[in-house]
């Protein structure tokens, strides 16, 4: 079996591109970040280099991640720099029925970005149920669901991740919840998370790029890699994540590059600019 080779990229500050960075994976795992990451986005910012993080998890509010990354994870970034897929399902469903109304299978990032595009919660005649990450699901809510779809409600989900599948996850995943709503209702749902188009186009729209102008980073080949190729931008895998190089044989697409982390993205004489600092300093201590 031929192996898939890792490409070179680096960053070129004499073209316009920007870049729609995945989290997870690509900067951080759990609360430990990435090593490199943070001289990454340094290095956009300082030349101000457009990029836009996005995350398919809606339970957090942008203001919510920024904390993280900055305090937790030592990545300093706005909210503003951030756009998650419970905003981008509100911007949908806000293009679709104005000040509608919605029954929420999720937590506060998804029902604050509901709240900001006009949308009300309704248990009765709802326009929409939407469903996200939630770690408080009951039976009763689920049949409460179930019902209102049956009823005409419309099914939305912000993401179809699956469970990681491990023993002791609190969660099913938004994906398995889905699939029982589709199961018992007969209706299916619109998914406005990766790897939707929806997400994919608004996120570059928001920075103000053009398609051939798009980087897509990431480490998952199922949304963020399938993404952007389904949007016509360049892809960049990092296998500091979810998928590992020895499985790429598993799709049928490629990213159109291969990184070992983001700090390999970087332009070379920032790498060597950092190396002196770091010996200038240990020789000073």
């Known amino acids: 079996m031929k192996t ?3 490409n070179k990229f680096k960053i070129n ?3 316009k591109q920007g870049f729609l960075l995945d989290m997870d994976g690509v900067l951080y795992k759990g609360e430990s970040m990435i090593p490199g990451a943070k001289e990454f986005i340094s290095y956009l910012q300082k030349n101000s280099v457009p990029h836009l993080f996005l995350t398919n998890n809606s ?4 203001r919510d991640i920024a904390y993280k990354l900055t305090k937790k994870i030592g990545i300093k970034v706005s909210e503003e720099s951030i756009y998650t897929s419970a905003m981008s399902t509100a911007h949908f469903l806000s293009s679709q029925v104005k000040n509608g109304s919605a029954f929420v299978l999720g937590e506060g990032g998804l029902q604050k970005a509901l709240y900001d595009v006009g949308y009300s919660i309704n248990e009765q005649d709802p326009d929409y149920v939407v469903v996200g990450e939630s770690r408080v699901l009951t039976l009763e809510v ?16 912000t993401n179809l991740d699956p469970s990681p599948k491990v023993k002791g996850w609190p969660k099913p995943g938004t994906g398995a919840v889905i699939k029982m709503l589709e ?8 998914c406005l998370g990766k790897p ?3 997400l994919m186009h608004d996120a570059r729209k928001y920075l103000g790029l053009r398609s051939e102008q798009t980087v897509m980073v990431g480490d998952t080949m199922e949304t963020d890699i399938i993404g952007g190729i ?3 931008y360049k892809t960049i895998l990092v296998l500091t994540g979810a998928t590992h190089q020895e499985n790429l044989h598993n799709y049928p697409y490629t990213p159109h590059y291969i990184s070992d982390s983001v700090k390999d993205l970087l ?7 950092k190396k002196d600092k770091d010996l200038k300093l240990t020789g000073v201590a």
Not at 59 to 62: A, D
């Open 142 to 157: 689920i049949e409460k669901a179930i019902d209102l779809i049956i009823a005409g409600a419309k099914l939305i989900a």
């Open 183 to 190: 199961e018992a209702s007969g209706k299916k749902c619109l």
């Open 196 to 198: 939707s188009p929806i």
């Open 230 to 232: 389904s949007m016509g």
């Open 59 to 62: 339970r957090p509010t942008p």
């Open 267 to 273: 332009p070379k004489e920032t790498e060597v600019f």
């Open 4 to 6: 898939i080779e890792k």
């Open 13 to 15: 500050l004499d073209r």
